[in-house]
């Protein structure tokens, strides 16, 4: 990467969704947040861009890393469904067969 290159909006915009990822990680306050996403905008350079987190880690790529969670979260809430319904339809049956 050339850090002389200058910046395109595109690039600002996956360093501010980045430096939201760490906010919600914990890494970054909301203030240090909205200091680092103000200069995001005044960036020139590819190398400016890269000074507003160069002290945080890599992240993982975000398409690859909620897939799995989202599935998991999918399916847990399904098999929470189905626990629900079975319930009522056994209480019903039950309040059906006492009166």
């Known amino acids: ?8 909006d595109d690039d600002r915009n ?8 760490h906010t919600t990680a914990g890494r970054l306050t909301l203030d240090e ?4 996403a103000g200069a995001v905008w005044t960036a ?6 890269a000074a507003l987190t160069r ?3 890599a992240l993982p790529d975000p398409a690859t890393d ?9 399916r847990e809430l399904l ?6 319904a079975l319930t009522l339809l056994l209480l019903g049956g039950f309040i059906a067969v006492t009166r």
């Open 33 to 36: 947040f909205s200091d680092r």
């Open 1 to 8: 990467m050339d850090v002389e290159l200058r910046a395109s």
């Open 79 to 84: 098999m929470v469904f189905a626990a629900a």
């Open 66 to 74: 909620g897939d799995e969670s989202v599935g998991h979260g999918r």
């Open 55 to 57: 002290d945080l880690p």
């Open 14 to 21: 996956r360093v501010v969704a980045e430096l939201h990822r």
């Open 44 to 49: 020139r350079t590819l190398g400016d861009l």
